[in-house]
């Protein structure tokens, strides 16, 4: 089968992020996207609200940008979205918030979207599907020449560990630590067609597979393919899943800053006649392994002889050879929370530091939500925001 691409002009953004819908009272999860929904304004010609939509849990709204130049772009048209969401949900008892997973609510006691689609995933996938209740940033990044597509996924996948590290906010699990930095890496990506991107050749071999799943019932549209990172040819774009949900409008910057950097780059490498890297697919699930257990305390990796070396290490390296790429697209500061981040830790590190001092996951809770509120990162267990 012959996949289209469709162009995009340039390195342009479009940035998803899954939100928490949390009650005041209880911090437990509210099962009330559908009702928030049916209030807002929605577009005449699609009948849906241009910038806030369902997802596959009725405690998540996604809030997706348009298509943006720059991530600062992108950061004032969410920033936006948020703004009128809040004015909604401040009245109704309702707290915002964004991490991989919520740190108490329990799967069983949410609802789906009532949306076909979703039924049918759940009928297919059963439990698999019934418990991702889960959240996460995904990043789409625009290249005009679809034969770039695949050799960008593949460069793309050897970073996999490092987007996924320095994101990771899912370590508690209905109530409890699972001891892992990112539980919902492992929750999503059980899910038969999501997991790491095939190692594929060229565009051909990607219009075959998809094919296959196709002719092989596995699938009913390329859209079903959730890898952590995919082509997605009806928006001209390289799509990195791989993120969890991030707590702040700072660290969404930072990912769409990330993002941005790293697709430009293996582009412009592309155009200069290089060959892109492509690492074994035991490499990337490996890498990816030790990422979702240890976070930001990886030791990753580097070379098919299996030589490793701390992914924090590996990070700080790689904001400082992006930083000239991201002075071009402008993104500089938002890059720079990276180093934030290392500094004061990934989401995981900020809810287990808080859980340790007050030994209460109710005020995990509260200082994701003033994360979310606030935009700033809370270290010290102080935050009860929406308190009475």
Same mark, same amino acid.
């Given at each position: 089968?012959?996949?289209?691409?469709?162009?995009?002009?340039?390195?342009?953004?479009?940035?998803?992020?899954?939100?928490?819908?949390?009650?005041?009272?209880?911090?437990?999860?509210?099962?009330?996207?559908?009702?928030?929904?049916?209030?807002?304004?929605?577009?005449?010609?699609?009948?849906?609200?241009?910038?806030?939509?369902?997802?596959? $849990?009725?405690?998540?709204?996604?809030?997706?940008?348009?298509?943006?130049?720059?991530?600062?772009?992108?950061?004032?048209?969410?920033?936006?979205?948020?703004?009128?969401?809040?004015? $909604?949900?401040?009245?109704?008892?309702?707290?915002?918030?964004?991490?991989?997973?919520?740190?108490?609510?329990?799967?069983?006691?949410?609802?789906?979207?009532?949306?076909?689609?979703?039924?049918?995933?759940?009928?297919?996938?059963?439990?698999?599907?019934?418990?991702?209740?889960?959240?996460?940033?995904?990043?789409?990044?625009?290249?005009?020449?679809?034969?770039?597509?695949?050799?960008?996924?593949?460069?793309?996948?050897?970073?996999?560990?490092?987007?996924?590290?320095?994101?990771?906010?899912?370590?508690? %699990?209905?109530?409890?630590?699972?001891? @892992?930095?990112?539980?919902?890496?492992?929750?999503?990506?059980?899910?038969?067609?999501?997991?790491?991107?095939?190692?594929?050749?060229? %565009?051909?071999?990607?219009?075959?597979?998809?094919?296959?799943?196709?002719?092989?019932?596995?699938?009913?549209?390329?859209?079903?393919?959730?890898?952590?990172?995919?082509?997605?040819?009806?928006?001209?774009?390289?799509?990195?899943?791989?993120? #969890?949900?991030?707590?702040?409008?700072?660290?969404?910057? $930072?990912?769409?800053?990330?993002?941005?950097?790293?697709?430009?780059?293996?582009?412009?490498?592309?155009?200069?006649?290089?060959?892109?890297?492509?690492?074994?697919?035991?490499?990337?699930?490996?890498?990816? %392994?030790?990422?979702?257990?240890?976070?930001?305390?990886?030791?990753?990796?580097?070379?098919?002889?299996?030589?490793?070396?701390?992914?924090?290490?590996?990070?700080?390296?790689?904001?400082?050879?992006?930083?000239?790429?991201?002075?071009?697209?402008?993104? @500089? #500061?938002?890059?720079?929370?990276?180093?934030?981040?290392?500094?004061?830790?990934?989401?995981?590190?900020?809810?287990?530091?808080?859980?340790?001092?007050?030994?209460?996951?109710?005020?995990?809770?509260?200082?994701?939500?003033?994360?979310?509120?606030?935009?700033?990162?809370?270290?010290?267990?102080?935050?009860?925001?929406?308190?009475?």
């Amino acid at each position: 089968m012959a996949i289209e691409w469709n162009p995009s002009n340039g390195p342009t953004l479009g940035v998803e992020w899954e939100v928490q819908l949390i009650d005041a009272d209880t911090r437990l999860l509210r099962q009330e996207a559908g009702k928030l929904l049916d209030e807002l304004p929605v577009d005449p010609d699609t009948g849906e609200h241009p910038r806030i939509r369902h997802e596959l $849990m009725q405690s998540t709204l996604e809030l997706v940008t348009g298509i943006c130049s720059t991530v600062s772009e992108a950061k004032d048209d969410l920033s936006a979205t948020v703004a009128e969401l809040q004015r $909604m949900t401040s009245d109704r008892g309702i707290l915002l918030a964004c991490a991989g997973t919520h740190p108490v609510s329990d799967w069983r006691d949410a609802s789906m979207a009532p949306i076909q689609r979703y039924a049918e995933l759940a009928e297919q996938m059963q439990w698999l599907a019934r418990r991702i209740q889960t959240f996460g940033v995904h990043v789409h990044v625009g290249i005009r020449d679809g034969a770039k597509a695949i050799p960008i996924v593949n460069a793309l996948a050897a970073y996999l560990p490092h987007f996924l590290a320095i994101t990771a906010s899912s370590p508690f %699990w209905c109530g409890s630590d699972t001891g @892992l930095a990112s539980s919902r890496s492992v929750t999503f990506g059980n899910l038969p067609t999501a997991g790491t991107p095939h190692r594929l050749a060229n %565009w051909k071999q990607f219009e075959d597979y998809m094919d296959t799943l196709l002719r092989a019932g596995t699938i009913r549209s390329i859209k079903e393919v959730w890898w952590d990172i995919r082509p997605h040819p009806d928006f001209g774009t390289v799509e990195i899943r791989m993120f #969890d949900g991030v707590p702040t409008l700072r660290e969404v910057g $930072m990912v769409a800053a990330l993002s941005q950097c790293l697709v430009q780059l293996f582009d412009s490498q592309l155009d200069r006649g290089y060959t892109l890297p492509s690492p074994s697919s035991w490499i990337v699930r490996d890498n990816k %392994w030790r990422a979702t257990r240890y976070g930001l305390d990886a030791i990753v990796i580097t070379d098919e002889a299996g030589a490793t070396a701390p992914l924090r290490d590996e990070l700080y390296e790689l904001i400082r050879a992006l930083e000239p790429v991201a002075a071009r697209l402008g993104c @500089l #500061d938002e890059l720079s929370v990276a180093s934030e981040v290392l500094e004061y830790g990934a989401s995981y590190e900020r809810q287990r530091g808080i859980y340790a001092r007050t030994g209460d996951l109710n005020r995990v809770v509260d200082a994701l939500v003033t994360e979310f509120a606030e935009d700033r990162f809370c270290t010290q267990g102080e935050a009860e925001h929406g308190r009475q």
